[in-house]
């Protein structure tokens, strides 16, 4: 048990660092292509990519109502949640986005908490708050030095986004209890492809010719690729461990879009990144270093 949870925080770390890494390569390329054209793209790719070893897997049956949920969730997390981020990151910088997208895990344990999936910790509290700060440091005076229009606006839009997703970690876990993560991660993705078809459509994305160059498509066929392969990890996490002990590791994906300015864009690494990134792995340490008690895993 304590080796499939140590799995799980190691599969929750690996999403949140694809995570950051999409917000970064999005920036590239939302400015040629609508929001919901972008999340379409990115979870049919993601959904081709899944649809072989889940043909290759033993056949599941879904409960009609089981399924109907799954499939509910599935438009919430992947098309609500990635239409109103990818929307967001018009009106505000990916760094601010950022910070505010890392409340995902204290939303999601405040959920968590008020439908009785887990009980709050100190530790955890702690933990979670520490990482916030250290995202924050990590980002620096970029937060007060840059600006743009639509601060607001694009600021809401990206804690929607963060709502949508804790709640949806949050209700995902008695599915994951019943089902395994790959048929559920197929049907959620390919419902919410189906979702997002109509809005890519108003986009102009099946009747206008395409302002990504080779090199957009490339990012795009990237973007799509990886979030096929982060969301399995991302479940199969929250059917091991509890939602906020996966949900707090999203806290990497500034962290990771920081280095990746630094490696890719010749940003400068500035003390505060490091001080950042020592405090998210102190916040870490802190929400995921108790025993998950018995009633955190009941569903």
Known sequence: ??????????????????????????????????????????????????????????????????LLVVMALGIVQFGVLIALLNLSLQFILSTRAALLFATF????????????????????????????????????ERLVTESGTGEWLGAILVLAAALCGALCSVLYRPYLARYPTLPVGTWAMLASVVALAAPAGMEGLFTETSRLDPSGWLIVLLIGLSSGIGYVLWLWALKHTTPTRVTVFLSLSPITAALLGVALLGEPFTPGVLLGLGGVVAGLWLATRTPVASSDNDV
């Open 1 to 66: 048990m304590r080796h499939q949870e140590g799995l799980a925080l190691v599969a929750a770390a690996a999403t949140g660092i694809q995570v950051g890494a999409a917000m970064v390569a999005t920036r590239f390329v939302v400015h040629d292509i609508g929001p919901a054209s972008l999340a379409f793209l990115r979870y049919a790719i993601a959904v081709l990519c899944l649809v072989p070893p889940l043909l290759m897997s033993a056949r599941v049956r879904f409960a009609t109502r089981d």
């Open 105 to 140: 895990p204290l939303m999601t344990m405040i959920i968590a908490a008020c439908l009785g999936r887990e009980h709050l910790t100190g530790a955890k509290v702690a933990g979670v708050a520490l990482t916030v700060v250290g995202v924050g440091a990590a980002l620096g």
